[in-house]
């Protein structure tokens, strides 16, 4: 199959070269002439505008950052839909609102370009790997086209409904891994300025119910104070913003997520929105007397 790929950053560029690692055709596209480099490298072809990659392709991906992004990838001037061929698949894997990949969907439907939301959890190890999760709302025919990408991309593959559902399943995901990272720097300050050794005591509760991939995985990051992104911190905060304006527009609480936003915000407002999410730790060091 050919396939298009917009957008190549931390997960676009590994989710891309998994593409191609799988038989696929790529065509890619990215703002800066270095970013499309390493899979120009890999075998990849370059254009020169999302609309020429999309003249070239069966399905177009993007993989930017926000919605406003996504507008501009896909329907902007030089955007995807201005190069479309009859019957192309648009997917869009970033995180953005659910509403705001609704309206996305219904201005490229209007242009005759079938879309998928799709957006991933897993983080850069799991876009090298290519054992994402895949979470898509769309119809099953576009789901059915998009299918083999994919399956190159993730290993946990789930049509999750109509347009709009693969976010709503998102920021579903972004409540657990936001508050669970959160959770996971509080034990490991509490444990630390308790008087016990953190790494012991993350080894001890990883038998246990407490156990999870956020424990395992970002736990020993901040054991390792290895704060290079992977996941940036202004990117949860973004998403926890979608999180909170939707539950805002239902009527929903949601207070465990509320505080956890307040975190990702001050973050930000401290300087460290560059820096992995797992940076929380020294927000939380600096409340409570530093780091000892
Ligand atoms: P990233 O490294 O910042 O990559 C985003 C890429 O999109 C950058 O290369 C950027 O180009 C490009 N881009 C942004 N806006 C653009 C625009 N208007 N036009 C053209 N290109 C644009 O971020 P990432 O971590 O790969 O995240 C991408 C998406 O995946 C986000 O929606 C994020 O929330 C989601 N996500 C990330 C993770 C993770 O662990 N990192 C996990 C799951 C989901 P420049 O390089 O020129 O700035």
Do not use: Y
């Not at 709009?164 to 996971?184: E, M, P």
């Amino acid at each position: 199959m050919k396939i298009g790929f917009l957008g190549l950053g931390i997960m676009g560029r590994p989710m891309a070269l998994n593409l191609l690692k799988g038989g696929h055709e790529v065509v890619v596209w990215a703002r800066r002439a270095e970013s499309m480099q390493p899979l120009l490298d890999a075998g990849a072809a370059g254009a020169a505008s999302p609309s020429a990659v999309a003249a070239a392709v069966d399905v177009v991906i993007s993989m930017v950052a926000d919605a406003p992004d996504v507008e501009q990838v896909m329907l902007g001037e030089h955007g995807a839909s201005k190069g479309a061929k009859p019957g192309l698949v648009a997917v869009d894997m970033s995180t953005i609102a659910p509403a705001a990949a609704r309206d996305i969907g219904d201005k490229l439907k209007a242009a005759g370009i079938d879309f998928l939301d799709a957006p991933v959890s897993g983080g850069e190890v799991g876009a090298i790997a290519g054992t994402l999760s895949i979470m898509a709302g769309g119809s099953d025919a576009a789901f059915a086209r998009a299918k083999p990408a994919f399956d190159c991309m993730g290993k946990n593959v789930v049509h999750v409904g109509p347009s709009g559902a693969g976010q709503v399943a998102k920021a579903a995901n972004q409540i657990l891994t936001g508050v669970g990272v959160l959770a996971v720097a509080e034990a490991l300050n509490f444990a630390k300025k308790a008087g016990a050794d953190p790494a012991r005591v993350r080894e001890a509760l990883m038998g246990g119910f407490a156990n999870s991939k956020i424990l395992e995985n970002h736990g020993q990051r901040m054991l390792d104070r290895n704060f290079k992104p992977g996941f940036k911190s202004w990117m949860h905060q973004k998403d926890l913003n979608i999180v909170m304006k939707t539950a805002h527009e239902l009527g929903l609480m949601l207070p465990t997520a509320a505080a956890t936003t307040q975190m990702f915000n001050a973050m930000v407002g401290s300087g460290l929105g560059e820096e992995d999410s797992i940076a929380v730790l020294k927000l939380l060091e600096d409340l409570s007397g530093g780091e000892r």
